[in-house]
């Protein structure tokens, strides 16, 4: 990669809902939909997660990543028409066409090249990745990478039975948020190492049926559903090889990062992933107990809130799980 030109996150926004919902809340309203008899304090004791920010009426993933891509391009001193590429990379979207990307676009006032990528909880990073190779392709000078999550709206409030409390309990980690970042060419530093490992064949674990053609229409199709114990244990068989394969290739030890980024499900998810990889806990930025499992918007978030604290030659390592299943992991030093 020495040969090749550096591309590097230059500047990172984020934005979070306005509403705040305590567990204790959620929890209430689902036992009033449901009718079940759930235990005091259930949601916070299972998960970790004692409030998440939930998007209002007005508040669609495009809003959030409209807010978010703003403050990343006021810290980077960048004006819309600065853009050549917008990708707007989120699980969310607010409608199934055209490309967010383009709503995003519309209220922002530029004219890059815009489209969407996909792919749940690694989206993001997965449109950074897209960015970094669309520049070095020649075919882009500077990206905004925006995301939008509202998973919030996926939750089912009125579970008619256990079954149905069971299949999407899940859904009651998300939270609501936006993430941007500015990438571009740097003289040095920049992403250093990009690694993935897919599982396709676990696809069907977790997820929202709905908004395709398999399911085009109905409420039912919109909640999500899944396991979340399955998703785990696919993530920890396959987790560990990944994170191995980055250390022998760029020999870099959790020494050598002054963060590490971690996609969060819930606090003992983030708990566990400690004991497998042995990270030194310090080096995390937790942000489950107080915003929830904020699905491709997370590591973004959490770039943002250490930003300021980040030295020129600092490398922060960034690991991403996504339902599908996929893990992705960047290593990026700031300029």
Not at 54 to 81: K, N, Q, V
Not at 187 to 196: F, K, Q, V
Request: proline share 5%; hydrophobic share 40%; net charge negative.
């Amino acid at each position: 990669m020495d040969s090749l030109p550096r591309i590097g996150i230059t500047a990172v926004g984020s934005a979070l809902p306005r509403q705040t919902v305590t567990s204790a809340q959620l929890q209430q309203e689902v036992a009033a939909g449901s009718r079940l008899p759930l235990p005091d304090g259930m949601f916070e004791k299972a998960t970790g997660i004692r409030t998440r920010r939930f998007a209002g009426p007005d508040e669609h993933p495009s809003a959030l990543a409209l807010a978010a891509g703003r403050r990343a391009l006021a810290a980077r001193g960048l004006e819309p028409a600065d853009l050549d590429l917008l990708i707007f990379a989120s699980a969310s979207r607010d409608v199934c066409e055209p490309a967010t990307a383009h709503l995003v676009q519309a209220e922002l006032g530029s004219r890059a090249h815009a489209l969407d990528v996909s792919n749940a909880c690694n989206s993001f990073l997965n449109g950074i990745d897209t960015a970094r190779a669309m520049i070095l392709a020649g075919r882009a000078h500077r990206a905004l990478v925006v995301t939008g999550e509202t998973p919030s709206r996926a939750m089912r409030r009125d579970p008619s039975g256990l079954a149905e409390f069971r299949d999407g309990f899940a859904g009651y980690t998300f939270g609501d948020g936006g993430a941007a970042v500015v990438v571009e060419r740097v003289e040095r530093g920049g992403i250093l190492d990009i690694e993935t490992e897919t599982a396709s064949e676990h696809w069907a674990v977790g997820g929202i049926p709905g908004g395709g053609s398999r399911h085009p229409r109905g409420d039912e199709w919109s909640y999500f559903r899944g396991g979340g114990k399955e998703l785990r244990g696919v993530f920890e068989k396959i987790g560990a090889d990944i994170l191995t394969r980055v250390a022998a290739r760029t020999g870099l030890g959790w020494d050598a990062y002054a963060r590490v980024l971690v996609h969060q499900v819930t606090l003992p998810y983030l708990e566990r992933f400690v004991e497998l990889t042995g990270v030194p806990a310090e080096k995390l930025v937790v942000t489950v107990p107080e915003l929830g499992n904020l699905a491709s918007a997370t590591i973004g978030v959490q770039l943002d809130r250490i930003m300021p604290e980040l030295n020129p030659g600092d490398k922060v390592l960034m690991v991403g799980l996504g339902g599908g299943v996929s893990l992705i992991t960047m290593v990026w030093e700031k300029s």
